[in-house]
């Protein structure tokens, strides 16, 4: 019994240790959806900087048309500038997936609203990221300069990279 308390305690403590913003500073872009983030405060058993894909969206890859201007602008937003990251899960390659933030700006929702990204085919439930997308193929915006820019989902497969 006591082991199962410890346990549940256990797994009630990383949750809620997930669950807390961080604060840091973004130490390089990868790409259009992908960023190291430098916590201030990291545990010294952990790696100094967290690989993060961001989440609800999806960017052109480097190598796809409009990929190095979605990599362009995200560094524009975020490099070696003070950022908070909420962690909302860890991804099959290891990643930690998060929302980012600079000032009071969140960063993914931006990457739509500017045309850079698209919105996750995952989260297409969320009304004010499929407004953003909305917005800016109207206003033909980033990759919707494109009559029907590719989504990097189709890329991927087509292209056959291990991503």
């Known amino acids: 019994m006591r ?3 410890g346990l549940m305690l256990f ?5 809620s240790a997930n669950a807390a913003p961080l604060t840091g500073v973004v130490i390089v872009v990868i790409d259009g959806d992908t960023v190291l983030f430098k916590p201030d405060h990291h545990r010294a ?22 990929g190095e201007a979605a990599t362009r602008a995200l560094k524009a937003l975020v490099l070696e500038r003070r950022a908070t990251l909420e962690i909302v ?3 099959t390659y290891g990643r930690k ?5 600079v000032d009071a700006l969140p960063i993914n ?5 500017r045309g850079y990204a ?3 085919t995952r989260y297409r439930r969320n009304a004010e990221i499929m407004d953003a ?13 494109d009559d029907e820019p590719t989504p990097p989902w189709v890329w991927r497969r087509t292209h056959s990279l291990a991503y």
Do not use: C, Y
């Not at 997936?97 to 933030?101: I, K």
């Not at 929702?109 to 609203?113: A, Q, S, T, Y």
């Open 3 to 5: 082991f199962l308390l």
């Open 11 to 15: 797994f009630a403590l990383a949750i």
């Open 45 to 66: 058993a952990s790696r100094s900087f967290l690989k993060v894909r961001l989440a609800d969206i999806d960017a052109p890859e480097s190598n796809q048309p409009h």
């Open 89 to 91: 899960a860890t991804d």
């Open 97 to 101: 997936v998060g929302r980012l933030q």
């Open 109 to 113: 929702m931006e990457l739509v609203r």
């Open 118 to 120: 698209w919105t996750s």
């Open 133 to 145: 997308q909305r917005d800016a193929r109207r206003a033909r915006l980033g990759l919707w300069q």
